[in-house]
């Protein structure tokens, strides 16, 4: 099974690819979609655009993102809801089913730890994946989304099974 996790933003919007088998995870790509347009509509549209790219080169089977979550700053919060929605669109499309999870399911999945600070998700991404060298702040955090997905699926299909 093919997984793309997305960490949506107004201005970088991170993307990850994993493939999930019963023995591990296997890193396929990951990247970040920069947007570039000023005028916040040019910008969703660049999101959409760019994910719809990375569907149709990498053909992921399913999709993974953050749920929202509160923020201080509310027009920051609606930027965030606009970016994720324009993402979830994006694949919708598509036809690739959608799952969300919240911030700390992903940090708990992945550092297990509900807390993990950026750097803790991505030094663990970087580990679970066997990557070597660098790896964007927000590619990580969608990796991260992905292996999270990974694992509640590999959950759900024991508990189908009947195995604990």
Known sequence: ?????????????GYGIIENHPQGHRYIA?????????????????IFDGLRQVVAQYHPEEMA???VFMHKNADSALKL???RGAAICAV???GLPVF?????????????KG?????????MVKMLLNIQGELQIDASDALGISICHAHYQQTALRLQRGIK
């Open 92 to 94: 919708q499309s598509t």
């Open 100 to 112: 969300e999870y919240a911030a700390r399911q992903v940090k708990q999945a992945i550092a297990g």
């Open 1 to 13: 099974m093919r997984i793309l996790g997305i960490d949506p933003g107004s201005r970088i919007t």
């Open 81 to 83: 809801g606009q970016a």
């Open 30 to 46: 990951s990247g970040c979609i920069r947007i570039s347009a000023d005028y916040f509509p040019d910008r969703l549209q660049q």
């Open 65 to 67: 993102i953050e749920q």
């Open 115 to 123: 807390n993990a600070d950026k750097l803790q998700v991505q030094h």
